[in-house]
């Protein structure tokens, strides 16, 4: 059952679901083929309506191979669209959370992109791994075609890279990204014309050499019902449609079978020149270009992954942006899927698990470590969002032992870096939860280290300041036995004295926390002392 309602095509809101219901949000997914926004408005009823679509073809990405380089004419044609859409969503006084994909992932020079996003079009953009892409698509699909209580598979291509997602109800089961899209295809095999039956083959043969790992993944889960969503496989379906001599304004939710797809993928490339290919009825001509090799791989997939039908979904990344966003700002949301909040918890304990020995010290750490973020609130002003962070730092400061205990806390970083299964946070937060963990203990956060000096002014004092308050932390679980139980602050001018609640001899823990407590005490701005305080005098005000 889809609980996102459309406002377009509509007579307006139903009962009880009125404008200014909800809270007004707007997302951007910043593709390599497309920009697309959507604005929409919270209802009463716990769900969420369409009130503003939009769509402009950017081409932000090129290339047959690795998207190494945003070409400047494409970034400028970027930083015009998100400047648009950040001004349509301001006329409905909506909160801005734009994503970007493949093309932005993958550039080199990806950080002039996100810089001019910033100050020349003044939205800011997280980028998200392909794990985390298809995450987002399997839950904007869920709220559009009912298919949460069947097992599917949901296929995306895009421009620069195709998701695959095995799903149940609402839990992802297996997901990959793989670098294939109707642009870079097009770039790769199809970059001139006259189309030639030999360039076919060679793309067909490309994609099969890429299917592999995702035809056994498929093929151990197995699925009931496959879901295809975004723009090649959107306008494969109105192609099927307009074949069939029917007709509607929208395409969301038609099922067509693997021999239509067949005949579909049969004209295009019987037309061997766009010129040709605009006759074929159906085809978006602002897709004419591309849609040969989106086509071969849907085609590809279908056969390789024994898919006999296919339902198409016009909701997408985008509409799963939105919802991740409710469910960040209110876990309580009624809306399908699990929390967002609760993917991110689980996706950082299952990544602990790495280290089953450090559980106990991992857990304690975290909540000695939470309680003095929240004693030092004042002081930081940092807020929930880096709350949490803090909390996935302490539970996986330690992860780096499975790999070795000397300078584990650097093997530490690039474990949580390249865990591309840590699902529900962005790029940027993985990056900040690895650099806190890596600078829990050893070195300071210095400019001469190349990942923390890449790092925004702001991220860079979050990064100090979580990373002092887990390091403080730690050291008074330097035993590893529990013995500080809990922490309390308070000031004395200048001075933040930390009241150390212990139940036994704390002096290990002091001393170590003493030897540790530099970097919390520069981040804050004060002096640090420490105090112990018997817990049988606890609660402390």
């Keep these: 059952m889809a609980v996102a309602d459309s406002a377009e095509g509509s007579s307006g809101p139903g009962p009880g679901e009125g404008q200014g219901s909800g809270q007004v949000l707007a997302a951007i997914d910043i593709g390599t083929n497309s920009f697309h926004l959507v604005v929409a408005r919270t209802t009463r009823s716990g769900a969420f309506e369409i009130i503003a679509r939009e769509k402009e073809v950017v081409r932000l990405g090129s290339g047959s191979g690795d998207m190494k380089r945003l070409a400047p004419d494409a970034i400028d044609r970027g930083i015009d669209a998100l400047t648009r859409f950040r001004q349509i969503a301001e006329i409905s006084g909506a909160e801005v959370r734009a994503i970007a994909t493949s093309a932005v992932r993958e550039a080199d020079n990806r950080d002039e992109f996100l810089r001019r996003a910033r100050d020349d079009a003044g939205v800011e953009v997280e980028v998200v791994s392909g794990v985390e892409e298809a995450r987002l698509i399997h839950l ?46 097009t770039d790769r095999f199809f970059a001139h014309e006259p189309l030639t039956a030999g360039q076919v083959r060679q793309c067909r043969a490309h994609v099969r050499s890429y299917l592999g790992p995702v035809v056994r993944e498929v093929h151990r889960l197995g699925f009931e019902v496959a879901i295809g969503s975004s723009g090649t496989i959107l306008n494969v379906a109105e192609m ?16 067509f079978s693997r021999k239509e797809l067949g005949k579909v993928v049969a004209s295009l490339v019987e037309a061997t020149t766009v010129k040709q290919r605009l006759k074929v009825a159906g085809l978006d001509v602002r897709r004419v270009d591309i849609i040969v090799g989106g086509a071969i791989l849907l085609d590809e997939a279908a056969a390789a992954l024994g898919i006999e039908e296919m339902t198409v979904s016009d909701y997408a990344l985008r509409e799963g942006l939105v919802l991740d966003t409710l469910q960040r700002s209110s876990p309580a949301s009624s809306l399908i899927g699990e929390g967002t909040a609760d993917i991110r918890a689980r996706s950082v304990r299952r990544l602990s698990n790495l280290c089953p ?39 996986l400061a330690n992860v780096g032992i499975a790999i ?24 940027r937060e993985v990056e900040l939860i690895a650099q806190v963990a890596r600078y829990h203990r050893k070195s300071l956060p210095k400019a001469k280290h190349e990942a923390f000096a890449s790092l925004t002014s702001r991220d860079q004092r979050t990064v100090r300041t979580l990373a002092g308050i887990l390091r403080t932390a730690i050291a008074l679980d330097r035993s590893h036995a529990g013995v500080v139980q809990d922490l309390a602050c308070r000031r004395e001018g200048e001075t933040l004295v930390l009241e150390v609640g212990s139940r036994g001899d704390p002096s290990l823990e002091l001393y170590t926390a003493e030897e540790r407590k530099e970097l919390l005490a520069t981040a804050l701005g004060v002096d640090v002392r420490l105090e112990a305080v018997s817990v049988a005098t606890w609660p402390r005000t």
């Design 140 to 185: 904007g699909v869920l709220q559009d075609v009912a298919v949460v209580d069947k097992r599917l598979l949901l296929i995306d291509i895009g421009g620069g890279s195709t998701e695959f997602v095995v799903g149940e109800g609402t839990e992802m089961l297996a997901a990959r990204s793989l670098k294939l899209g109707a642009i870079r295809l």
């Design 240 to 255: 099927v449609r307009q074949r069939r001599g029917e007709s509607g304004r929208a395409v969301s939710n038609i099922t």
């Design 357 to 395: 020995e450090e559980r106990a010290h991992a857990e304690h750490s975290r909540h000695l470590a939470l309680e003095l973020f929240d004693a030092t609130s004042d002081l930081h002003e940092l807020g929930a969002p880096a709350r949490e962070l803090l909390a996935a730092a302490a539970l």
């Design 404 to 427: 070795s205990h000397d300078r584990h806390h650097l093997h530490s970083y690039y474990v949580i870096r390249h865990a591309e299964h840590l699902r529900g946070f962005t790029q």
